[in-house]
């Protein structure tokens, strides 16, 4: 399962919801690698791609050049295992999401799934799901699950139904769940994915296609 930080974190950030888990997927190896990028807005934390919430290209001119090296990860730390993508899970948190969904969706073979915490589904700047359904050639396609907080002071929970309606337009049928926050907030923590990721919607969004024994 490989975990992926939001803007201005870094791996050490998520790792923790790997350990939070792995009581859930016994079998299964975690890993939350550092985005290749030092972040501008964080001295000490790291970025996929830049971010200025000024200009409309960035977000696709980013999730496409930063996913070769995701990929070249991927496909590093499958053959480390001496697995296949049936066997890889995604999990992203913000920005760590735009890239868990642009290349997950876009893999030669289906990853087992796609888990998306408080992000979004990125598409050229006014376009929408027509433009890229080419790219997205992944038959069947994956597992996803996608999981917003209703007082999300960043990235607004509007997101996350765009989200699902973008991939089913793509053809790819989504899970979703909206957290009822008591404040505003836009940070993942390990103890609570833990407590509000029960452990029915982990297995049946992830273990069912790994194929775990903790899942079946």
Not at 41 to 56: C, H, I
Not at 187 to 216: F, H, M, N, Q, W
Request: glycine share 10%; aromatic share 6%; hydrophobic share 45%.
């Amino acid at each position: 399962m490989v975990l992926l930080h939001g803007y201005g974190a870094d791996g050490n950030d998520l790792i923790e919801i790997g350990r939070a888990w792995q009581p859930l997927l016994p079998n299964a190896a975690f890993v939350s690698p550092h985005a290749p990028e030092p972040c501008a807005e964080a001295p000490v934390g790291r970025q996929w791609f830049a971010l200025t919430f000024r200009d409309p290209q960035e977000r696709w001119r980013g999730v496409n050049a930063a996913a070769p090296g995701l990929e070249r990860f991927l496909d590093a730390e499958l053959a480390r295992h001496r697995l296949g993508d049936e066997a890889l899970a995604l999990v992203g948190f913000s920005q760590g999401t735009m890239m868990a969904l642009h290349v997950g969706l876009r893999r030669r073979r289906a990853p087992a799934a796609i888990v998306g915490y408080s992000g979004l589904l990125v598409f050229p700047p006014e376009q929408g799901p027509d433009a890229v359904a080419a790219e997205i050639s992944t038959r069947p396609p994956p597992p996803v699950l996608l999981l917003h907080g209703d007082q999300d002071d960043l990235i607004p929970a509007q997101a996350l139904f765009q989200a699902a309606q973008g991939l089913a337009a793509l053809g790819i049928p989504a899970e979703w769940h909206l957290f009822l926050w008591h404040r505003p907030r836009h940070r993942p923590r390990g103890t609570a994915a833990r407590r509000r990721v029960s452990k029915p919607t982990v297995r049946a969004a992830a273990l069912r296609r790994i194929g775990d024994s903790a899942g079946e």
